[in-house]
Every structure is written in structure tokens, then in C-alpha cells.
């Protein structure tokens, strides 16, 4: 069973430049989420997104940065013009059910992230 | 305050030794804690959840005290493959979702021979 798959493992840009960065859940997680960690510093949640919805993008940045999850293929976080502080490890989790204020949260298993680096 | 806050360490104790970690969070709603164990720049693999009756798993002991909103992790008899960073996350911390998680800023542990 594979785990979750994320790609690039590394990528570089220059400042202005765009970058996608791809997350494929488990098999059979309809419910995925992207962190960020910054150099030296702890995970911060972005934003939580179903198939074709976002839940909760109150942790995405303002401008610049966009997710989506398709009906089909993987979960696409999109950073565009890139500047030197997105420089970061993104991590895309995910979990097999939903999570409501009645159940406590289900899972999430973590991806091997994706190293940006921003020249 | 922050919204999860946890000790960064660091700790270094010798091989066999007994370690505990702590942690608080501010957001009496949050559901679901976990201690979650993230290795030298690779991603985050969850320990144990925690409950409010305590729970084991092996040589780990996570314990949940809701009123005091803090949560706890024991390590006992320390093996040098125990050196790692150890987060405290706990769901809807910051009051948006339940399914968002919140890491404390992790404590580093290190094991040695």
C-alpha cells in the first residue's frame, strides 16, 4: 500500500518564476492538507481541501499561493512569483475519513515533502 | 499565548535513561492530540494519540489532562534510536477546522552512547 507520494522531492527556482508542487493521497484518502516548514522553524497548517472543495485555507498566505484536488490526479499547491522566503519543505498529509466536531481527527500520514528552494 | 507550546530543548540524556516532554495548548475545543516524531529533514511520522485515559506503547507514555489543557510524553529506557524531534499536535487549535493540526515547536531529544 503505497504511502503518500509527493513530487518534486526537490525543486529550485528563481525569484519570479512558478512552482507547482504535486501531492497523491493514500489509497483511498479523499481528504488532504498542506504544512509548510520553514528553515529552523515548526510545521504551519495552509489549508485542508476534499475532493473539488477546500475546507479551511486559513493558514494559505493572502496572494501568491493556491491549492486545489481535483475529481481526478493528485492535490496541486501552486506558488506564484516566488520570492526568496518561500523558500521551505512542504508537506502534504492525508487521511481516510472526514473530520467533524463529533469524531475526533482520523489520521493524517505525512508525505516525504517537497524541498523548494527560491535563488 | 501560543496555540500549542511545548519545552525545545535540548535534551541530551545517556542510553537506558527515563525522559519526559510537556506540553500545553490554548484552545479548550480541540479533540484529538497526537505526539508525532519528525527525523533530520524528513517528514513527520506519528508516535502515539493521546487520550484522556493515558495510554502506552511500550517503553512510550502519553498522558492527556484536559483541564489543565496539557499533555505529556514519557520516555522510558532511552535507545540512541529515540534522538530525534518530538511534536505535540493537537486538531483545531487555532479554532478554524477539526481537521487542521497545530505542532508545537518541537523538543529535540538526543540520545547518546
Known amino acids: 500500500n503505497a504511502g503518500v507520494m509527493q513530487n518534486p522531492r526537490h525543486l529550485v527556482r528563481r525569484r519570479g518564476q512558478e512552482a507547482r508542487l504535486r501531492c497523491s493521497p493514500m489509497?483511498?484518502?479523499?481528504?488532504v492538507y498542506w504544512y509548510r516548514q520553514l528553515p529552523e522553524e515548526g510545521l504551519k497548517f495552509m489549508v485542508y481541501l476534499q475532493k473539488e472543495n477546500i475546507i479551511d485555507e486559513s493558514g494559505m498566505p493572502k496572494e501568491r499561493f493556491s491549492a486545489e484536488f481535483p475529481k481526478e490526479g493528485p492535490s496541486i499547491l501552486r506558488i506564484q512569483q516566488v520570492v526568496r522566503g518561500d523558500s521551505a519543505a512542504y508537506f502534504c498529509a492525508s487521511s481516510e475519513r472526514a473530520t467533524t466536531s463529533r469524531s475526533s481527527t482520523d489520521t493524517q500520514y505525512f508525505g516525504p515533502g517537497t524541498r523548494l528552494t527560491v535563488l | 499565548r501560543k496555540e500549542v507550546e511545548q519545552d525545545p530543548g535540548p535534551f541530551n540524556v545517556p542510553e537506558g535513561a527515563t525522559v519526559a516532554f510537556n506540553c500545553t495548548y490554548s484552545?479548550?475545543?480541540?479533540?484529538?492530540f497526537f505526539w508525532y516524531r519528525q527525523d533530520c529533514r524528513k517528514e513527520p511520522k506519528l508516535l502515539m494519540s493521546v487520550y484522556s485515559s493515558g495510554n502506552e506503547d511500550g517503553r512510550f507514555t502519553a498522558q492527556l489532562n484536559r483541564a489543565s489543557q496539557y499533555i505529556s510524553l514519557l520516555i522510558r529506557d532511552s535507545k540512541l534510536s529515540d534522538s530525534a524531534t518530538y511534536l505535540c499536535v493537537v486538531n483545531n487549535a487555532g479554532g478554524t477546522s477539526y481537521g487542521k493540526l497545530t505542532f508545537g515547536q518541537g523538543t529535540i531529544l538526543t540520545v547518546h552512547p
Open positions: 489509497k483511498g484518502h479523499s481528504h
Open positions: 484552545n479548550s475545543a480541540s479533540q484529538s
